[in-house]
């Protein structure tokens, strides 16, 4: 059974930092891209940071130089580093592991989010 869990979130003040956690198991962690996306209310989920299996990572627009993805593959744990932040980063987050095997069959899993809040 797959499972991914978020933690990490909160509520914090515009110019704070939080750190969010995603521990994955069942799955073969090192192999996946993960990801973390967001959701803030009334809008759609937007991906907010990727980290490949190989380690190369993309960031939205919105979050570049602030947000720093990373993973730890011995602790099968994904990380997000959030720094600066403001109001507009509020949402929920949610953890995404993806795979896509040679024969075009992909996989993806979700956690179940982690509310961020950010007061301005």
């Known amino acids: 059974q797959v499972q991914l869990v978020e933690s990490g979130g909160g509520l914090v003040q515009a110019g704070g930092s939080l750190r969010l956690s995603c521990a994955a198991s069942g799955i073969i962690f090192s192999i996946h891209t993960m990801a973390w996306y967001r959701q803030a209310p009334g809008k759609q989920r937007e991906l907010v940071a990727a980290?490949?299996?190989?380690?190369?990572?993309n960031y939205a627009e919105t979050v570049k130089g602030r947000f720093t993805i990373s993973r730890d593959n011995a602790k099968r744990t994904l990380y997000l580093q959030m720094n600066s932040l403001k109001a507009e980063d509020t949402g929920v987050y949610y953890c995404?592991?993806?795979?896509?095997?040679?024969?075009?069959?992909?996989?993806?899993?979700w956690g179940q989010g982690t509310q961020v809040t950010v007061s301005s």
């Open positions: 980290i490949t299996s190989g380690g190369s990572t």
């Open positions: 995404n592991a993806h795979y896509s095997t040679a024969w075009g069959s992909e996989y993806d899993y």
